[in-house]
């Protein structure tokens, strides 16, 4: 979990708004600001967009509950970094390995679809997480948006770093940001993402962390 982190923050009142609406058609889901999940050392951050209303919001941890986790939580399987291929709650026994996954927005946005200004104010939660990447670290941006969140936290201009899936950017701090297309249900059922694309990805992560021991 970074630094100073929440999980009853309210400093954006549409999004806080929208939770306690939430909250009160579904009392049994967790519908507060998501922590991030994983190892606190791990060299390998994975940062999303934003908890979805049925996965994230309702289980409590990043990518749990909804399409998106399902390729996500398989593939960190298949490369060492997760002790299970599914991870179906909070409590379901999962455990990562030199990885941790957060997201851009730790709250449930309207229609997934975040302001730019909700962005920015949850920026300061993923300037702690990325502090806390040792050095020769990775960090894998899924889409857009977390690519851009990114670029932000650590004060860098969005025009010098041009986001596209599968490629590498020195971002300082001796950490690389890696991207990739978001694994959501659009992306892999329109296949813009495929499998193989997806692991292809993880593919050279794992090495190259390998390679540094």
């Given at each position: 979990?970074?630094?100073?982190?929440?999980?009853?923050?309210?400093?954006?009142?549409?999004?806080?708004?929208?939770l306690d609406a939430v909250r009160a058609e579904y009392p049994g889901y967790f519908s507060r600001p998501v922590p991030s999940f994983g190892d606190p050392a791990a060299r390998l951050l994975i940062v999303g967009l934003a908890p979805g209303k049925h996965g994230a919001n309702a289980t409590g941890r990043p990518f749990t509950g909804d399409h998106a986790g399902i390729l996500l939580y398989e593939t960190l399987f298949r490369f060492g970094f997760g002790t299970r291929p599914v991870s179906k709650s909070g409590d379901?026994?999962?455990?990562?390995?030199?990885?941790?996954?957060?997201?851009?927005?730790?709250?449930?946005?309207?229609?997934?679809?975040?302001?730019?200004?909700?962005?920015?104010?949850?920026?300061?939660?993923?300037?702690?997480?990325?502090?806390?990447?040792?050095?020769?670290?990775?960090?894998?941006?899924?889409?857009?948006?977390?690519?851009?969140a990114v670029l932000r936290a650590l004060g860098l201009k969005l025009s010098a770093f041009r986001f596209g899936h599968g490629a590498e950017h020195d971002i300082g701090h001796d950490l690389t940001l890696v991207d990739s297309y978001h694994c959501s249900r659009y992306n892999t059922q329109t296949r813009r993402l495929t499998t193989a694309m997806f692991q292809d990805i993880f593919c050279r992560l794992r090495a190259a962390l390998d390679a540094t021991g």
């Amino acid at each position: 979990m970074s630094k100073g982190f929440d999980t009853d923050c309210r400093q954006c009142p549409r999004l806080a708004g929208f939770l306690d609406a939430v909250r009160a058609e579904y009392p049994g889901y967790f519908s507060r600001p998501v922590p991030s999940f994983g190892d606190p050392a791990a060299r390998l951050l994975i940062v999303g967009l934003a908890p979805g209303k049925h996965g994230a919001n309702a289980t409590g941890r990043p990518f749990t509950g909804d399409h998106a986790g399902i390729l996500l939580y398989e593939t960190l399987f298949r490369f060492g970094f997760g002790t299970r291929p599914v991870s179906k709650s909070g409590d379901d026994g999962l455990e990562l390995r030199d990885c941790r996954v957060t997201n851009a927005v730790r709250c449930l946005p309207p229609e997934n679809r975040p302001t730019t200004r909700e962005v920015d104010t949850c920026n300061r939660y993923l300037a702690d997480e990325l502090h806390t990447v040792p050095s020769g670290g990775f960090v894998l941006a899924l889409g857009t948006i977390a690519h851009r969140a990114v670029l932000r936290a650590l004060g860098l201009k969005l025009s010098a770093f041009r986001f596209g899936h599968g490629a590498e950017h020195d971002i300082g701090h001796d950490l690389t940001l890696v991207d990739s297309y978001h694994c959501s249900r659009y992306n892999t059922q329109t296949r813009r993402l495929t499998t193989a694309m997806f692991q292809d990805i993880f593919c050279r992560l794992r090495a190259a962390l390998d390679a540094t021991g």
